[in-house]
């Protein structure tokens, strides 16, 4: 587009018949003066003139005498494109309206603050959404400390001006930007933009991941019609209330905002919203259907809701359409790890909601590293809160590579007070015996836990998973010492440090990955053993804990190979009098390396006592 | 090139003193009269060799004007070391050092190494500092001080290894090792018990 017509079109959609010129007079001599011109002189160096320079110094000093702010780095950036239109002839105040009114829309209270609390709270909002999008690259960026105060205040703040070098691919990117209306546009562009890059971002070296992400940018309108497309998807795939959640107004202090912001580990869905989902046929809306609600909830965004309360709390009552866990569906951490790879053929194709019993109660985890290190200190599932459990599903979801993971706000009390209200119906609901309808009653003594019959169907599937997992618990005492661990062997090995252990799976067929079976892998000094996992040990010493499956000798290892494009899969081939190969599946790549290592060193060990014939 | 140390670094101090033209002309050799204000940072790195210990540095340069009231200690935190940098020609920005360092001594991490550069010195002209106040300061506070240019050259080199230099020492007095130790941990969670297995050898084959 040619700068007429661009100028055209930009105090068509900027000054809204504000036509009037007037003086652009004033002095030079705020307190930061100083720092105001030495900006304007380095403003876009190799373009601006000098003259230029003393016309951006001037502006600098108006805005910020007009509108009472105190000038900040930025503001500069944001100002010479508007600027350059001077020179093809808008008047000095038409350039200034248009850089005022495009700071109002755009940037509206980014640089009113001193502090930039309002970019801080953006900064909060932005980790939520990363991790919403693109959990992957969100919990990369969390293990590794680097938070968007690190790379993304620029993008915010000019919104991308000063990352821009050519900029008539800054006019072509707000122009587009302007199109959209939306003062909040620029996160989900940013996001567009990060996602665009993530597989670099990922691979690059934690040291430079930083370097990395500042130097992402718009190099030319291809990109740019890439990133906006992308950004407008990401915009359309949030569920509505997540969406106006961002954009209420908040009637609290700056102070209260934020520290409302840092203590939410993931977005809120609005208790309406999954109402509206969970009774599809009822009018769920008082509004009789005409309501932004109502036309937002027939949109194509599935939600997976599981009701992650207690046992005891769930059987006062269940809402439809969700699925019922709770802590004592999972027998350890590793179950619950696993958990979301049953889910698969839903991954990116659904919302999935956490449902707990009220809001969450999480202390700000700023400045404490990251999300994954407040939990994982968990020793004992059993032991958690239901917060703590709600977090252990979101971050297994999301290390799952789950996107889209949210919690519902207020929790099952919100929801019920609403679904009452309607009159809609929740499952087993007893309103005269219901906590949720009777407060009181929480503080009577509860009666012995029960599922009740109606939740049976709800669960069957889910039940069904766990006894796969439980049949494992009572391994068959009846073979002799060789076929099974037994609890004072497991002791003697946890006391001695060249024993490792590896959880992990096993598979007999590379194609058939699916039906790989849960075991632990053993190494001492001298043997290679694979049992099933190990059931409760608390009894006597004598007790068989685990059945081995497999036992080998180390100095008889040959050889591993990793199964191509899969760097958790590896099969170990020892000698015998036939060969043989065992295949494991592993957490990680970096556990899978971990068990070769370990293999390898006691092997190297045997043979430096020569006791391998090299 | 295998590194033995790797040093977080951070430049501090107030806009437009030369944070980002001592970085670049340090790492890149080149000096841009013409560089743009850093509304972010700039991460850079050098590797360098002190002695015998190869060293990576990796440079936090951050933009000086505008302080986030609670995201500040993000740029500094775990540095090893902050270059404090003011600029001769220019009063304030040397009491902005002051405060800087005020700072870094409540929040950053306690062993952090401080040296300061009193940077523009082509302009000595215009100097407003005297030498001699600078340099009793750094040496009340235990920095050192160099007198810099990023347009000549002249003590950038010296200033940045003189902080690497620092961090060294202050770790051979305090014990830390130089190479990290290559301990491994293992653990694994199984019923109610966690099972944790430390690994001492790094050998592999």
């Known amino acids: 587009m040619d700068t007429p017509n661009r100028i055209f079109k930009w105090t068509t959609i900027l000054l809204d018949g504000e036509v009037e010129d007037f003086p652009l007079l004033c002095r030079l001599d705020l307190p930061n003066q100083d720092v105001i011109k030495v900006d304007s002189e380095r403003t876009r160096m190799r373009l601006i003139n000098k003259q230029e320079k003393d ?49 109002a829309k755009f940037l509206e209270n980014m640089f009113s603050d001193d502090e930039f609390v309002i970019l801080e709270s953006y900064f909060v909002l932005f980790k939520l959404l990363l991790r919403y999008y693109d959990p992957e690259l969100g919990l990369f960026l969390d293990d590794n400390k680097i938070g968007p105060e690190l790379y993304a205040t620029p993008w915010f703040i000019t919104l991308f001006a000063s990352k821009i070098a050519d900029v008539e691919v800054l006019y072509e990117l707000w122009e587009k930007y302007m199109n959209e209306n939306d003062k909040l546009f620029f996160l989900f562009v940013a996001l567009a933009l990060m996602i665009k890059s993530r597989n670099s971002i990922l691979r690059s070296d934690p040291s430079l991941v930083c370097q990395h992400l500042t130097e992402l940018t718009f190099k030319n309108l291809e990109v740019i019609e890439y990133v906006l497309e992308l950004s407008k998807n990401l915009k359309k795939n949030l569920p509505y209330s997540l969406y106006i959640s961002l954009y209420k107004p908040s009637n609290l202090s700056i102070d209260a905002f934020i520290a409302q912001q840092y203590s939410k580990f993931c977005l809120k869905l609005s208790p309406r919203e999954l109402i509206l989902k969970c009774y599809p046929l009822s009018s769920a809306c008082l509004c009789s259907g005409k309501c932004l609600w109502c036309s937002k909830s027939k949109s194509e965004n599935r939600l997976l809701i599981f009701d992650c309360r207690k046992a005891d709390e769930q059987r006062y009552g269940v809402i439809p359409n969700t699925i019922s866990l709770n802590t004592q569906f999972f027998y350890d951490m590793e179950s619950l790890r696993d958990f979301p790879d049953r889910y698969l053929p839903f991954k990116g194709k659904v919302h999935i909601v956490l449902l707990g019993n009220e809001d969450l109660k999480f202390k700000e985890y700023r400045n404490k590293g990251s999300l994954k290190g407040e939990v994982y200190d968990l020793k004992n599932i059993e032991e958690n809160t239901e917060d703590k459990f709600i977090l252990s599903l979101y971050i297994a979801f999301s290390e799952k590579k789950f996107p889209y993971v949210s919690v519902v706000d207020g929790g099952f009390y919100a ?39 109606g939740l049976k169907n709800v669960f069957s599937s889910v039940k069904k998973y766990f006894k796969k997992l439980g049949s494992d618990k009572n391994p068959k005492t009846t073979p002799g010492p060789s076929t099974v661990i037994v609890k004072k062997n497991l002791e003697k090995w946890k006391s001695d440090d060249s024993v490792c252990f590896f959880i992990c799976k096993q598979y007999e067929n590379p194609k058939n990955l699916e039906n790989a079976e849960n075991c632990i892998i053993i190494i001492t000094r001298s043997k290679f053993l694979v049992s099933t996992p190990f059931s409760d040990i608390s009894s006597s010493s004598d007790m068989a804990v685990g059945n081995i499956k497999a036992k080998v000798r180390v100095k008889d290892f040959m050889k591993a190979a990793k199964k191509r494009n899969l760097q958790t899969a590896i099969t170990f081939y020892f000698k015998g009098k036939k060969l043989i190969t065992l295949s494991f599946l592993f957490k990680s790549a970096i556990e899978a390396k971990a068990c070769l290592v370990q293999l390898r060193a006691h092997f190297n060990r045997l043979r430096e006592m020569s006791l391998i014939a090299t | 090139m295998e590194v033995d140390r790797e040093f977080k670094i951070v430049t501090l101090g107030e806009g437009r003193v030369g944070k980002t033209s001592l970085a670049m002309r340090y790492v890149r050799g080149q000096f841009n009269e013409k560089e743009q204000s850093t509304t972010n940072a700039n991460f850079l790195e050098k590797n360098i060799r002190i002695n015998e210990t190869s060293i990576k540095l990796n440079i936090w340069d951050t933009a000086g004007q505008e302080r986030f009231r609670a995201l500040a200690p993000n740029y500094y935190r775990e540095a090893k070391g902050a270059l404090l940098v003011y600029d001769i020609t220019d009063k304030e920005s040397f009491w902005k050092v002051v405060s800087w360092v005020e700072e870094l001594k409540m929040q950053a991490d306690k062993d952090i190494s401080f040296v300061i550069a009193g940077n523009k010195c082509d302009l000595e002209l215009d100097r407003q500092i005297p030498k001699e106040q600078a340099i009793a300061y750094a040496k009340q506070i235990g920095a050192a001080h160099y007198s810099t240019s990023a347009k000549s050259g002249m003590g950038v080199n010296e200033c940045f290894e003189e902080i690497a230099k620092l961090i060294l020492d202050k770790e051979s007095r305090s014990g830390s090792p130089i190479r990290s130790s290559k301990a491994r941990s293992r653990v694994i969670v199984k019923n109610q018990e966690e099972v944790v297995k430390k690994k001492k050898s790094g050998g592999c084959c």
Do not use: W
């Open chain 1, 55 to 103: 016309l951006i110094e001037l502006l600098l000093t108006y805005f910020c005498k007009e509108t009472n702010i105190n000038y900040k780095q930025g503001m500069n950036e944001v100002l010479a494109p508007f600027l350059l239109f001077f020179r093809d002839g808008l008047s000095l105040s038409k350039v200034y309206r248009l850089y005022h009114n495009f700071v």
């Open chain 1, 415 to 453: 929801c019920h007070n609403l679904i009452v209200k309607q009159g809609l119906k929740l499952i087993n609901h007893g309103p005269d015996t219901c906590i949720y309808c009777n407060p009181k009653l929480q503080d009577l003594p509860k009666e012995p836990p029960n599922i009740i019959s």
